[in-house]
């Protein structure tokens, strides 16, 4: 495929909004119920969204991308990952229990992070997600100690040019300024105004009161933040009994809905899960982070989404202790789920109800944009849609011959062989490289960052 220096000076040439790329040649994987995939097929970009799809196109003036021998997907959408502890990663990876995360990192190294460590593991975070083919990453920033680390967060999603959700949300534990939620009418006023900008905004909060106390707990007074504001809500540690009868609470209350997103949803009882489907809620799995860290019965509720007619959402969740990436989570998935299927059907003579390769990309792009409210803007290579698209070698030594292109990208692939990532129309990896960004210099501020942080006295 021709994606090498020359073609993108000849893109960069141009002003953004008089920007035409025509990628020509590749098998195209929509994700869009009516178009499918799309063998040998092309796909223009005009501006900062998708124009056509489809065979033989032609365009004036556009600068052409040969794609032969590619696959162009969506962007992946990450519906939950608290980016800030990013210069943190694998610190603890063989962590035994949800406590034990909670005690380190919430109850320790959080309470001296600084607005400028807030920036450096956000936008490390964000970087990461880009190479590995995420367009769109929801940061539940869950460490908003004053207002200044509030906006370091959203300033390193904006510095990056990932599509970004702000989640906002107050510290679990240790001293801060008490100026969330209040603090969410100013956020919203001074980074989030416009309708059309690659950053949105979502209000976040835990599900009970039992791990931080009832400040950070969702309810009738968070509900009504949000609904003033006119953003939806994403709730992390949605887990057993406790979390079942809050869901119940919520449904009575008449604050659970479509703007709600419900996350891990990891133990939750049949009563619960029918509630959440009657109001059409949304969920964002966390596929390794229930498996690895044990959460509830740690196994990820895809089946109990499906049975009520939630298509889920996935996500990465706590880079301390799991991998970064979204390959990591569909297979994950794909393989927890079909290992039980099987398992439960051995020696019955049923069939096992088994998820597929399919169902683990559209989760992981079309229905993470539903999730994150994104559901018009992304998730799909759908004229109208924004820009946001993949493109991944699929003659590489571990991909070829292409056979099955969900299956390439699903299980095959990985960042190396994403040779190109488009972000609103613009590249922000070309030719296997993440595009402006000095790697020394970043090297150089996560190091200091988590040194600061390991060594800071309340850490300790």
Same mark, same amino acid.
């Given at each position: ?15 953004? %909004? ?11 994987? +929509? ?29 004036? !003036? ?9 696959? #162009? %997907? ?53 970087? +990461?997600?880009?190479?590995? $083919? ?11 100690? +004053? ?26 534990? $240790? ?13 919203? !006023? ?24 009832? &400040?950070? /707990?969702?309810?009738?007074?968070? &509900? ?17 009994? %406790? ?16 703007? *709600? ?10 009563? &619960? ?41 996935? %996500?990465?969740?706590?880079? *301390? ?10 297979? &994950? #998935? ?5 290992? #039980?299927?099987?398992?439960? /059907? ?41 820009? !946001? ?56 501020? *996560? ?11 309340? /850490?300790?």
């Amino acid at each position: 495929m021709n994606v090498n220096a020359t073609v993108l000076e000849q893109l960069l040439r141009r002003p953004a %909004s008089e920007r035409r790329i025509l990628f020509t040649g590749a098998t195209i994987v +929509t994700m869009d119920p009516d178009l499918g995939v799309i063998d040998q097929g092309d796909l223009l970009v005009e501006g900062d969204a998708i124009a056509a799809v489809g065979p033989h196109l032609s365009a004036d !003036d556009a600068v052409v991308v040969d794609a032969t021998g590619a696959v #162009l %997907s969506p962007g992946f959408v990450d519906t939950h990952r608290h980016a800030w502890e990013a210069q943190l990663r694998r610190i603890m990876p063989d962590v035994d229990d949800l406590g034990g995360y909670v005690m380190s990192t919430l109850a320790g190294y959080a309470l001296v992070y600084r607005p400028e460590d807030m920036y450096v593991g956000t936008r490390l975070a964000a970087l +990461t997600a880009i190479d590995s $083919g995420i367009t769109t990453m929801l940061d539940f920033s869950h460490n908003s100690r +004053t207002r200044e680390h509030s906006d370091a967060a959203i300033e390193a999603l904006r510095d990056t040019g990932i599509r970004g959700v702000h989640a906002s949300m107050g510290p679990h534990f $240790g001293d801060w300024d008490r100026q969330w939620p209040g603090d969410l009418a100013r956020i919203r !006023d001074q980074y989030f105004s416009g309708d059309d900008q690659l950053l949105t905004l979502r209000l976040a909060a835990l599900a009970t009161d039992e791990i931080a106390g009832p &400040a950070l /707990a969702y309810g009738p007074e968070l &509900a009504r933040v949000a609904r003033d504001l006119g953003i939806g809500v994403s709730v992390d540690a949605v887990f057993g009994t %406790s979390s079942s009868e809050a869901v119940l609470r919520w449904a009575e209350d008449g604050i659970l809905g479509p703007d *709600v997103t419900l996350i891990h949803a990891t133990g939750l009882t049949p009563e &619960a899960w029918k509630a959440m489907g009657e109001a059409g809620a949304t969920v964002a799995l966390a596929p390794t982070s229930d498996a690895q860290i044990g959460l509830e019965t740690a196994i990820p509720a895809v089946d109990e989404a499906l049975s009520v007619g939630i298509r889920p959402g996935l %996500s990465i969740d706590v880079e *301390v202790a799991l991998a970064s990436d979204m390959f990591t989570q569909m297979r &994950a #998935l794909h393989a927890i789920q079909r290992m #039980l299927a099987v398992n439960a /059907a051995y020696g019955t003579g049923r069939e096992p109800r088994r998820i597929t390769t399919h169902d683990v990309l559209d989760f992981a792009t079309l229905q993470g944009a539903r999730t994150n409210g994104l559901a018009a803007v992304t998730g799909s290579l759908t004229p109208g849609k924004k820009a !946001d698209l993949l493109v991944i070698q699929a003659e590489d030594l571990n991909n070829m011959p292409l056979n099955d292109p969900i299956g390439t990208v699903v299980l095959g692939s990985d960042a190396r062989n994403i040779s190109a990532v488009l972000i609103n129309g613009e590249p922000r990896k070309w030719n296997g490289h993440v595009l402006d960004v000095d790697l020394p210099g970043l090297r150089r501020e *996560v190091h200091a960052s988590r040194e600061y942080v390991l060594n800071a006295p309340a /850490a300790a």
